[in-house]
């Protein structure tokens, strides 16, 4: 069974960079697609961006386009999220998801998920 453990959070002010990253353990094939949603207090889970395991393609949520980036490191089992120009909106509990599959930015779509690393971006 996979397990995918999250890291990069943190608290930063508005115009900073973060980056998160997120490993896998287990074998990783290139039909799986990695995802970052995040959860901000009293609202719904949100799709952030999503790569295929082979890197040729990605997608983002249209909040966040030209401001994150997702890649993987496939000698590594990891994805990061590199985000940049962070805005106080971008606050929220960030979690990474696995699914056998080409890409979603639905949640329900993932069956594997991480414990979640706290972004908090300060005005």
């Known amino acids: 069974q996979v397990k995918l453990v999250e890291s990069g959070g943190g608290l930063v002010q508005a115009g900073d960079s973060l980056r998160l990253s997120c490993a896998a353990s287990?074998?990783?094939?290139?039909?799986?697609?990695m995802a970052w949603f995040r959860q901000a207090p009293g609202k719904e889970c949100e799709f952030v961006a999503a790569?295929?395991?082979?890197?040729?393609?990605?997608n983002y949520a249209g909040s966040v386009k030209d401001r994150f980036t997702i890649s993987r490191d496939n000698a590594k089992n990891t994805v990061h999220l590199q985000m940049n120009s962070l805005k106080p909106e971008d606050t929220a509990v960030y979690y990474c998801?696995?699914?056998?599959?080409?890409?979603?930015?639905?949640?329900?779509?993932?069956?594997?998920w991480g414990q979640g690393t706290q972004v908090t971006v300060s005005p």
């Open positions: 998801g696995r699914r056998l599959g080409s890409i979603s930015t639905a949640a329900f779509d993932f069956r594997s």
């Open positions: 287990g074998l990783m094939r290139s039909s799986y697609t």
């Open positions: 790569i295929i395991w082979t890197g040729s393609s990605t």
